[in-house]
């Protein structure tokens, strides 16, 4: 029925009535005449009423109108559903009550005019009372000076926050942004203009104050059941009775938790906060980030009804230019004699949107600049001026791991270094190296991942083992790999929810649920540049391939807790062993030579057509912008392999002090046991038979010690059968200072 200004002089007025008396027309008056609107167009009269006298400490909820007034406040609703404290002032002096009171000579004479008394709320007796009692659970934000000093691309949302707190009803605003948009800057900003008087403040909010209320100053202390209970019901109380107070509260989905999501030991006493706003009994400003909203408020349908919504978006490019620009003579002045060239803050964004897609601007370029400076201060000697090596030095920092220039990934490069450790592979390695290399450019402007790519072929060949070096090549030698086993996806066909749960994080509710974990793919988060393996690929529940649809389109997907995972700065990789077609053994008990030995081959159509089979449909198949096919390994590519087995070997044994030696026909031998079906795992178990188990028994039982050279040869046809111990792959003999390993 009142607006602002006219219920806080109602509430005034109610103070000043004694217990069990009336509230009548002189009273009224008096109230009335502190409000601003009535100062400002009857000041003379105004100045001459007496301010009440407060007998109350709080504002009952009901007191007895006397009949004149009720009379008139009926005839008011009826013709003015909403009435300003102007209008009902004009009203009552123009009741014979009301003209009996200008008359009456207890107003006395007009007293001149420099002797006016101020009746702003701000100049009151009781404020620096009641700041002093909000003192133990906050700050009053325009006691002092507030802590931030202007503000750039935030007008529009300031305009939408005083326009909220001068309506007549739901003057509670809710300042809704992903993190480092500017909220808590959008209150202080408010605060500042209502210290400073400046002009875009409406004349009813001038004498407002803010109070910024923390949370944990409210329950800190509270250890006995009851204490917090108490706190909250004095600070409502004070709140109540001061209506020119409006509480601030960042991160206010802290206090506004309810059962609606879990019981807990303070959500009796919130519980208090929700009807006090619903009732217009206190005006809030609260920040909260977007995924806290949809947690913890917007489920609750009456308590977001209580609340009108202010949106904050990140700056465009140009905005947080214009922001960085403001800040920079306090930056300059704080890091003199330090110098920040202009083109430092075009780079700064560059490397901010590039490499940090999952946070928001203009709070990542804030931060890296600030690191750029804080790095030129702390060398020795001191930088003179911020230059691009210092902001990589503070992106890397703030990243948590070195990265790899593009420049340096070059075609020719990322093949080097793939080749070195993946052999026989050459024609896969040489188109993968070209779509990686591709991919780190920034010719356009990316909403997908920077590559995806289906490694296809028999097992053992260097699927898995080429998506860990492209990711150690991401990382800049750091592994930035995100490893999906895909035999943990596995479901029934009709539900894909606990697959998805793993990737995404399971609901809250469910078991495993833990706040702020989320699922496998949540690493992206703390790895945006990184490459995601999917490994093994046609084990994975179908369902999960339309959760891929969305990652591969638009490069985002959210987490169960409403975190935004960003792949665009991500390689996808999926692995399979599907389509693979294996020649079978031949029967009997003959040994067929390796070199007629046919090898796995694989067929693109076919594999695209058993995955189609599998659930993964065209629309799925059709995003993947490189299938690579491995072959199987040759006779010469399974001969250096062994080479480098055996070296690697010589390299362990050279630490304990060993020579390692072996000949040519040992080498020929190892890799004639090798079998194609089973990839280049089988070598490592052939070697693991053969050498290092025996190098291992030897060392356990000390037959190591004073050896000073292990040499391996081939067991003889003829000792096979009477050596000792010949049952298995090899026999150990010592002769002095030489071991000698026998393989069979």
Not at 21 to 26: E, K, P, R, V, Y
Not at 69 to 82: F, G
Not at 675 to 684: C, T
Request: charged share 25%; proline share 7%; net charge neutral.
């Amino acid at each position: 029925m009142f607006d602002h200004e006219c219920q806080a002089a109602v509430d005034l007025a109610k103070r000043a009535v004694e217990p069990g008396s009336i509230l009548d027309t002189a009273t009224l008056l008096a109230a009335l005449a502190t409000a601003p609107t009535v100062r400002q167009k009857h000041g003379e009269l105004a100045a001459r009423l007496k301010l009440p006298r407060q007998v109350r400490p709080d504002t009952p909820g009901k007191v007895t109108l006397s009949e004149p007034l009720q009379l008139l406040l009926q005839r008011l609703v009826e013709t003015d559903p909403a009435i300003t404290a102007l209008r009902l002032f004009e009203a009552l002096l123009a009741t014979p009550a009301g003209q009996e009171f200008q008359a009456a000579p207890a107003i006395g004479p007009a007293p001149a005019p420099a002797a006016e008394p101020q009746l702003s709320w701000r100049t009151t007796p009781e404020r620096e009372g009641v700041l002093r009692e909000l003192g133990s659970f906050g700050r009053t934000l325009t006691a002092g000076q507030p802590p931030h000093k202007g503000i750039v691309e935030l007008e529009a949302p300031l305009r939408a926050l005083v326009r909220t707190l001068s309506k007549m009803k739901r003057r509670n605003a809710l300042v809704i942004g992903f993190p480092g948009t500017g909220k808590s800057a959008l209150v202080y900003e408010l605060a500042r203009r209502l210290v400073d008087g400046h002009p875009s403040i409406p004349p009813r909010l001038r004498d407002l104050d803010i109070f910024e209320l923390s949370p944990v100053f409210l329950r800190s202390g509270a250890s006995m059941v009851g204490q917090y209970e108490e706190r909250v019901k004095a600070l409502l109380e004070t709140l109540r009775a001061h209506p020119r107070v409006v509480m601030f509260v960042d991160e206010i989905h802290q206090l506004l938790q309810s059962g609606v999501h879990q019981h807990g030991p303070f959500t009796e006493a919130n519980e208090a906060f929700k009807d006090a706003l619903g009732k217009g009994e206190i005006t809030c400003i609260g920040c909260t980030t977007t995924s806290e909203f949809r947690r913890y408020i917007e489920p609750d349908g009456a308590l977001m009804r209580r609340f009108g919504i202010i949106r904050l978006e990140p700056p465009s490019r140009r905005g947080t230019h214009s922001i960085l620009e403001s800040r920079l003579p306090r930056v300059q002045a704080f890091y003199r004699p330090l110098r920040i060239p202009a083109e430092v803050l075009d780079r700064t964004i560059d490397l901010t949107e590039q490499y940090l897609p999952s946070r928001f601007q203009p709070d990542k370029s804030i931060q890296l600049l600030d690191e750029a400076c804080a790095f030129c201060v702390s060398q020795d000697p001191p930088a003179e001026v911020v230059t691009e090596r210092e902001l990589w030095s503070a992106l890397e920092d703030i990243i948590g791991h070195s990265l790899a220039r593009p420049e340096q990934l070059t075609e020719s490069a990322v093949f080097a270094r793939l080749s070195a450790k993946i052999m026989g592979q050459d024609a896969a390695l040489r188109e993968v190296s070209a779509a990686f290399a591709a991919g780190l450019g920034s010719w356009s402007k990316r909403t997908s991942p920077r590559g995806v790519f289906f490694f296809c072929g028999p097992t053992g060949v260097g699927k898995t083992e080429t998506a860990v070096l492209l990711g150690e090549l991401l990382g800049g030698g750091k592994d930035c790999l995100v490893r999906v086993d895909c035999n943990t996806l596995q479901g029934s066909g009709h539900d894909s929810g606990p697959a998805i749960n793993r990737l995404l994080g399971p609901p809250p509710g469910y078991i495993g649920y833990a706040r702020g974990q989320g699922g496998i793919l949540s690493r992206v988060r703390d790895l945006p540049e990184c490459v995601v393996l999917f490994d093994e690929i046609e084990k994975a529940d179908p369902g999960v391939a339309k959760l891929l649809l969305q990652i591969l389109d638009d490069g985002r997907v959210e987490d169960v807790d409403g975190n935004v995972l960003d792949f665009r700065r991500s390689f996808l990789i999926f692995t399979t062993n599907a389509g693979c077609v294996y020649d079978r053994a031949p029967l009997g008990f003959d040994v067929v030579p390796a070199a007629v030995r046919s090898a796995p081959s694989v067929n693109l159509e076919s594999l695209k057509a058993e995955l189609r089979n599998l659930g993964y449909g065209q629309e799925f198949l059709g995003r993947i912008g490189h299938f690579v096919a491995f072959r199987a390994l040759d006779p010469a590519s399974v001969a250096s392999i062994v080479d480098k087995q055996l070296e690697s070997l010589r390299a362990a044994a050279e630490l304990r002090g060993c020579q390692l030696e072996w000949s040519a026909e040992v080498a020929q031998h190892l890799a004639s046991r090798w079998q194609p079906q089973f990839g280049v795992r089988h070598l490592a178990t052939i070697l693991r038979n053969r050498i290092t188990e025996q190098l291992a028994v030897a060392d356990a039982q000390g037959e190591l010690k004073g050896v000073e050279e292990i040499r391996l040869e081939l067991l003889p046809e003829e000792r096979a059968a009477s050596a000792p111990g010949a049952g298995g792959y090899a026999v150990r003999e010592r002769a002095g200072k030489l071991l000698t390993v026998f393989i069979r």
